[in-house]
Structures are given as C-alpha cells and as structure tokens.
C-alpha cells in the first residue's frame, strides 16, 4: 500500500512541476527581464544539486559507517528496507550530471530543460528517502 502512494506522489509531483514550467516571457518580454529568469532558474539548479550532492555524501558517510561495523549490523541490514536509498542516490547522481547550457537568450530551452530534470530528480530523492526512513522507522517500532 505504501509504494502506491509514494508512486501516487510522485506522479502528482510531476504533474505539478510539467504545468509549472516556467515559460521565456513569465517575467516579461525585455531583455533584463528575460535575463532574470534564467538566472534564476540557473539558481534554483544549483541549489537543487547542492541538496542531491549532501544526499550523496550523507550515504557515504553512512556507507562507511556500516562497512566499520559490519559484524554488528548485519543482522538488522538484512532487514532494512535499502532501495529507496538506491532509487534517491541514482536521481540525485543523474540530476548532477553536466550538460552545458551555453549563454545568452538562445539558452532558455536547454536551461528549461534542466530546471524540469533538476527538480524532478530532486522531488524522487527527496520522497524516496521519505519512504526509506518511514519504512525503517515502521520495522523498528513492530
């Protein structure tokens, strides 16, 4: 029951951001006002991937951790619910990945385009890691 309402969530959440894509004149059609729109969803990227690279570092270090102290936790990994850590560690790794968006105004499409795949990435770390933690939290309390 509880993967039909993450995927229910999650495809609200696409739903959402797809009708929300900002448009080249949502701030207006001269050209500083164009300009400010794609800075800030220049912006709104790097935050986003700032979040997915602490997301990264946060499994590290929790990878490390278990790796150190594998005898004692093996008993409790086997059942811990792992793949909504692996589903939020591959959006965040592709919404990391570089694609050059190139300058001026005949970069709005690609700049668009990454915003929608930054924050889409961003919505799936975010829910799958929810899920994670619920999931780990519902088997601790049983």
Same mark, same amino acid.
């Given at each position: 029951?509880?993967?039909?309402?993450?995927?229910?969530?999650?495809?609200?959440?696409?739903?959402w951001?797809?009708?929300?894509?900002?448009?080249?004149?949502?701030?207006?059609?001269?050209?500083?006002?164009?300009?400010?729109?794609?800075?800030?969803l220049?912006?709104?990227?790097?935050a986003?991937?700032q979040?997915?690279?602490a997301? =990264?570092?946060?499994?590290?270090?929790?990878?490390? %951790?278990i790796?150190a102290?594998?005898?004692? *936790? #093996?008993p409790m990994?086997?059942?811990l619910?792992i793949?909504?850590?692996?589903?939020g560690?591959?959006?965040?790794?592709?919404?990391?990945?570089?694609?050059?968006a190139?300058?001026?105004?005949?970069?709005f499409?690609?700049?668009?385009?990454?915003?929608?795949?930054?924050?889409?990435c961003?919505? =799936?770390v975010?829910?799958?890691?929810?899920?994670g %933690?619920?999931?780990?939290?519902?088997?601790a *309390? #049983?």
């Amino acid at each position: 029951m509880d993967l039909i309402i993450v995927s229910a969530l999650l495809l609200i959440l696409l739903v959402w951001t797809i009708t929300r894509l900002p448009g080249e004149n949502d701030l207006g059609r001269d050209t500083e006002a164009k300009s400010k729109l794609r800075e800030s969803l220049i912006l709104d990227v790097r935050a986003a991937n700032q979040y997915c690279m602490a997301f =990264i570092a946060l499994l590290g270090v929790i990878t490390t %951790i278990i790796i150190a102290n594998k005898k004692d *936790l #093996a008993p409790m990994l086997n059942l811990l619910p792992i793949w909504p850590f692996t589903v939020g560690f591959m959006a965040a790794a592709i919404s990391l990945l570089f694609i050059p968006a190139g300058y001026g105004h005949g970069s709005f499409r690609v700049i668009q385009a990454i915003w929608l795949r930054t924050m889409i990435c961003e919505q =799936i770390v975010v829910v799958a890691t929810c899920h994670g %933690i619920w999931r780990i939290a519902m088997i601790a *309390l #049983a």
